[in-house]
């Protein structure tokens, strides 16, 4: 491993242009090729999803880089979520009892745009856009690239490849195709997939509903939630079935069946979105899967980052945030100085997968939460229990939501087994009646809450030790 050598990175995406940034600011040679015109000159949408939630892990690693406060600049902060139930009544739950915990709302064609400016500022930096990888020859590292615009194939040799070409990745197609190793692989799709629409801001150019939270409509089956944007828009998404339930994204397929679910289901939303027929017809819609694959890397020569080594679905609000986090688990196992780039790539997964796995299982179990579970009276007299635990006592309770996107020091998967084990607690205490849910506890009572919750919970934690559950694979 030198200073030298040539890294190769495919796919300038979030990951990837924080991953060119971090590597350039340590020293390395880098090379960037995107499949995708530079978003910052060509008006393209810049992917999947025109906004996301942006929170502390993700932060974490743009800190790392020096990008947090330019990030900060493009935030809208999100203190707690908002559901309209069908007849249009709203109500609330904030994401944490402690005032500082919130998440952000932030374009990411402008957080991709910050990266590539500060990752081009550095001379040590080349990228070059509307070059698609097709394949990469992983035992020569040499990537086989299509130019767009003048149709030219060319090939580019590394000493180093990193895919961060997100979830349709080139490298770890490569990885199956060339049968070079042992390599496992799993792709589960989601019977949903997901649509943008959009709210316009008003005549002056605000905000129509609260930019304070992120607004859900969930309805059992299927949900539509809305993220706030600076123009005063909001982007709004649609999770719907493919062709399930009695309105599915087969069967919505004229203006009136579109008008006549949304009247039904979404009428608070219908009214602020004046081009829903011709959004919802024109706008494509997209997939929702998870990916799981080992190993990341091929000896001394790739490494997958990012999306391209786990997409999961974006119910948890962290597949962006998860592939920061890479970058600085990277950037750690870099500053052990290990000899070499197969012992940093080994180094950097047994760190790093478990936690990854972890996130793939709690994004998927938002889902539910989310579309559903919000709405109902135990979990709502749940969350209650939960901010006033936080509020009360900020240095001893934290829910599951604030373990995994406010704790960034501890790992998705601590974060995972201490917040199920916690939430089975607390159901259980509310279930048995062995807890007062009275709307206003006193301190003292609170205190006892705080008491069983975690006495259940770590004994939770000892029977699921025991059963072997929590062991890390
Ligand atoms: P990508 O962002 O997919 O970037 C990959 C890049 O590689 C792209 O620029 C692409 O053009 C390029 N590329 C692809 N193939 C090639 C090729 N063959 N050759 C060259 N270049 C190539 N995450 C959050 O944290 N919070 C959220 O709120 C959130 N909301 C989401 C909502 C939706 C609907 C979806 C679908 C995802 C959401 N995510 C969210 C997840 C987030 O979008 C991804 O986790 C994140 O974009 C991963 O970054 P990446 O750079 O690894 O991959």
Known sequence: MNKKDKILIIGAGLCGSLLALRLAQRGFEVEVYESRPDLRTTNISAGRSINLALSDRGLKALRLCGMEEKAR???????????HDAHGKTFSSNYSGRENEFINSISRGNLNALLLDEAEKHDNVTIHFNKQCRTVDIENTVAHFKDYQTKEEFFVHADVIFGSDGAGSSLRKSYISERKFLFSYSQNYLNHGYKELEIPANKMGTHQISKEHLHIWPRGDFMLIALPNMDGSFTVTLFLSYDEGEFNFENLTSEDKITAFFEKEFPDALALIPNIKEEFINNPTGPLGTIKCSPWSYKNKTLLIGDSSHAIVPFYGQGMNASFEDVFVFD???N??????????????????HDTDAIADLAIDNFHEMKDHVANPIFKEKRKIEMDLEKIFPTQYFSKYSLVTFNENIGYNEAMNRGRAQ????????????ISTSLEMSIEELEIVLRKVQ??????LQEDKIAGMNERN
């Open 332 to 334: 750690e196992i870099l």
């Open 73 to 83: 600049e493009f935030c809208i902060p999100m203190f707690g979520r908002l559901m």
């Open 423 to 434: 939430d089975k607690a607390l159901l259980n205490l509310i279930a048995d009646n062995d």
């Open 455 to 460: 006495e259940e919970t770590n004994e939770i």
């Open 336 to 353: 052990q100085n290990l000899e070499t780039w197969e012992a940093v790539f080994k180094a950097y997964q047994k760190a790093r997968k």
